[in-house]
T-cell receptor, first 114, second 114 residues
Framework: DTGVSQDPRHKITKRGQNVTFRCDPI?????LYWYRQTLGQGPEFLTY????????KSRLLSDRFSAERPKGSFSTLEIQRTEQGDSAMYLC????????????FGPGTRLLVL | GDSVTQMEGPVTLSEEAFLTINCTYT??????LFWYVQYPGEGLQLLLK?????DKGSNKGFEATYRKETTSFHLEKGSVQVSDSAVYFC?????????????FGQGTELSVKP
């Protein structure tokens, strides 16, 4: 069990550019979650996958955001035409389906949009 | 909708002091309740959890009891250490939302002075 990993850890981009983040969950976990955390706030849910199926999306996830988990393993979160308001920490978490509800979080990707 | 409210920080204590961080929730049904801790520059780590009323979660000297009658899940520790300095998040997972999103409070920053 190597834990949840995220890449990159930090990303600085200019407004209008596209960015993509990757999350690798704990290997035996089939559920994967994305959250966004702004400074001084708790994480807010963005979206959730069970295997490759995207089961729930928050209203926070505008049309500029898209998430995929094509083979039910790693996931990517893409933000198109970034805006300064997208600056935040993007957290990924995973959990198993065996009645275990605990979500295990990765270290996050900190995005700064200039 | 479901929500979590935590006491505002920052909380500043001397080493070996008693800690209480208040957390109350609003939810339908019987949610599961969690405390996560976030150390500077890191992702969230599960501290403890409780899945039904009157359950007590405990870990590393921290405790919290799921009180349905007061809709509370206050975090306590009898003697804090400098290494406990971090941000603490209370969260719930709704009973009708198994495998779905965690709803977090805004976080409480704890600073422990030697």
């Amino acid at each position: 069990d190597t834990g949840v990993s995220q890449d990159p850890r930090h990303k600085i981009t200019k407004r209008g550019q596209n960015v993509t983040f990757r999350c690798d969950p704990i290997s035996e976990h089939n559920r994967l979650y994305w959250y966004r955390q702004t400074l001084g706030q708790g994480p807010e849910f963005l979206t959730y996958f069970q295997n490759e199926a995207q089961l729930e999306k928050s209203r926070l996830l505008s049309d500029r955001f898209s998430a995929e988990r094509p083979k039910g393993s790693f996931s990517t979160l893409e933000i198109q035409r970034t805006e300064q308001g997208d600056s935040a920490m993007y957290l990924c978490a995973s959990s198993s389906e065996r009645g275990e509800e605990t979500q295990y979080f990765g270290p996050g990707t900190r995005l700064l949009v200039l | 909708g479901d929500s979590v409210t935590q006491m505002e920080g920052p909380v500043t204590l001397s080493e070996e002091a008693f800690l209480t961080i208040n957390c109350t929730y609003t939810a339908t049904g019987y949610p599961s309740l969690f405390w996560y801790v976030q150390y500077p520059g890191e992702g969230l780590q599960l501290l403890l959890k409780a899945t039904k009323a009157d359950d007590k979660g405990s870990n590393k000297g921290f405790e919290a009891t799921y009180r349905k009658e007061t809709t509370s899940f206050h975090l306590e520790k009898g003697s804090v250490q400098v290494s406990d300095s971090a941000v603490y998040f209370c969260a719930l997972l709704g009973s009708y939302n198994q495998g779905g999103k965690l709803i977090f409070g805004q976080g409480t920053e704890l600073s422990v002075k030697p």
